[in-house]
C-alpha cells in the first residue's frame, strides 16, 4: 500500500506541477506558439495519470504460485490393513501427504502388492522406491547391526530404545550403518514388550526347545538356534499358513492385540511370557538417501515429525488394547497363558549372551552400535529400577491389580 500511495502521489504531483506551470506562463506571456510543446506535453502527463489512476483502480494481482508434487512410492513388509502393523504403516503414509499439503504424493503398496515383504530393503535401496516401512532386523543378514535398530535379546524396552535413538547416539549410529546402503532411517512405531510366542506344547526346559521349528527372525532366533531349535523367517502373512499345517511348531508374533487377529490358537494353545527376543520393538521408515537429501528442508522437517508422531502412536495403540485383548484369548478362544520359568530364562539369558558377543565383534561398526546399546541398557535400564519398575511392582501389589 505505501508503494501504492507513493507512486500515485509522484503521478498527480507531477500531472499537477505541470497544470500550474503551464497556466502560469500562458497567463503572462499570449504568444500561444511558444506554449505548443509544453501544452503536448502536459497533455501526454495527463494520459499518462488517467492510465496510472485506472491501474491503480484495479485489485493487486496475487504472485504466482509454482505448484509441483514430489512422488513417494512407499512399500511395506506388512499385509494391507493389517491390525497393529498395517494399519499403522498406512496411517503414517497418509499422514506424510497430509501435512506436506500434498507437496508429497504418496503411494503406499502393502507386502507383495509391488513386491514381496522381504524385498522391500532392495527396492528402496535400489531407487525403484523412495521408502519402505519395515521390521529393521530383517536385513541383519546384510548386516547384524540392523538388529539393534528393531530388537535384541534381552535389550532395550520401549522407552529405553527412544532414549537411546534420540538423545544417547543412537539416531546417529542408525544414521552411519543406513549410509553405508544408501538410506536414512528414522523410528515410526514400536510394539513394546513382546509375548514369548505360540507352542502346541509345554516348555518346562530348555530341553523342549530342540528340534522345535519356530518362526522367530533376528538375533532371537539366534538364540533359539543355539538351544537346539531350527529358527524360520516367515513374513507375517504367511505364519497361519505353516503353523496350522505343521510346517512349524511354534510362531512369536508381537502381542495380544496384534495375535488376535492371526488366530494362533487355532493351531497352538500354549501362550508363554515374556518375550527375551524383543522388549521393545522398533519399526523403521527407511527411505533413498539420494532421494531423501534432494527435498527441500521443509518436507525434510515434515516426514521426520510424521514419523516421530506414528511412533508414540503405535505404541500407546499397542498399550490401549493388548489387555482387552489378552482377556478375549483366554475367555473366549481358550488359551493357556504361561510364564517362561526361571530355569529356561536363564538358558535364554547365556545363550543370548553368546549371540550378542558375536554379533558385536562382527565389524568395527557393529561393535560401535552393540557397545552404545550396552551403555543406554545400563544407564537408562538402572534408573527404570527406581522408577517405572518399581512403581508399577508397588501400585499393582496394593491396588491388588
Not at 565389524?363 to 517405572?388: N, P, Y
Amino acid at each position: 500500500m505505501e508503494r501504492r500511495s507513493f507512486i500515485t502521489g509522484a503521478v498527480v504531483g507531477a500531472g499537477a506541477g505541470a497544470v500550474a506551470t503551464y497556466a502560469t506562463l500562458k497567463a503572462t506571456d499570449p504568444d500561444e506558439q511558444r506554449f505548443a510543446d509544453l501544452e503536448s506535453r502536459l497533455k501526454s502527463a495527463q494520459e499518462k495519470l488517467a492510465d496510472a489512476e485506472e491501474q491503480l483502480a484495479k485489485p493487486p494481482e496475487a504472485p504466482a504460485v509454482v505448484s509441483s508434487k514430489i512422488d513417494m512410492v512407499i512399500v511395506s513388509t506388512w499385509p494391507r490393513d493389517f491390525p497393529g502393523l498395517g494399519i499403522p504403516a498406512q496411517r503414517l503414509a497418509a499422514r506424510i501427504e497430509e501435512l506436506s499439503d500434498g507437496q508429497i504424493a504418496v503411494q503406499y503398496f502393502a507386502a507383495g502388492e509391488r513386491v514381496g515383504a522381504f524385498d522391500s530393503f532392495d527396492e528402496v535401496a535400489s531407487g525403484n522406491a523412495q521408502a519402505y516401512i519395515a521390521a529393521d532386523y530383517y536385513w541383519k543378514g546384510k548386516h547384524p547391526g540392523w538388529a539393534a535398530y528393531t530388537s535384541i535379546p534381552f535389550g532395550l524396552t520401549y522407552t529405553e530404545m527412544d532414549a537411546w535413538i534420540k538423545y544417547m547416539g543412537g539416531q546417529e549410529l542408525w544414521d552411519e550403518l543406513a549410509g553405508e546402503f544408501g538410506l536414512k532411517n528414522y523410528a515410526c512405531g514400536n510394539t513394546g514388550v513382546q509375548m514369548g510366542g505360540w507352542f502346541n506344547k509345554e516348555i518346562n526346559s530348555a530341553d523342549d526347545l530342540k528340534g522345535l521349528k519356530m518362526r522367530i527372525p533376528g538375533l532371537g532366533g539366534d538364540v533359539m538356534a543355539k538351544l537346539g531349535a531350527s529358527p524360520v523367517t516367515l513374513p507375517g502373512g504367511q505364519i497361519y499358513e505353516n503353523l496350522v499345517s505343521g510346517a512349524i511348531d511354534a510362531t512369536e508374533w508381537v502381542g495380544p492385540y496384534n495375535d488376535y487377529f492371526m488366530k494362533f490358537y487355532e493351531a497352538a494353545k500354549y501362550y508363554y511370557w515374556p518375550g527375551m527376543h524383543e522388549p521393545g520393538s522398533q519399526l523403521a521408515f527407511g527411505m533413498n538417501a539420494s532421494w531423501w537429501g534432494a527435498l527441500p528442508k521443509n518436507l525434510q522437517v515434515i516426514i521426520h515429525a510424521a514419523c516421530n508422531e506414528e511412533n508414540s502412536r503405535t505404541m500407546a495403540e499397542t498399550n490401549a488394547n493388548n489387555g482387552t485383548y489378552l482377556k478375549k484369548l483366554v475367555t473366549e478362544n481358550g488359551v493357556v497363558l504361561k510364564e517362561f520359568n526361571d530355569d529356561v530364562y536363564d538358558s535364554f539369558g547365556e545363550a543370548a549372551a553368546e549371540v550378542f558377543a558375536e554379533a558385536r565383534g562382527s565389524s568395527d561398526l557393529a561393535t560401535r552400535i552393540f557397545d552404545s546399546v550396552s551403555a543406554a541398557r545400563a544407564d537408562v535400564g538402572k534408573w527404570a529400577e527406581f522408577s517405572d519398575v518399581a512403581f508399577v511392582s508397588q501400585r499393582n501389589r496394593v491396588l491388588e491389580l
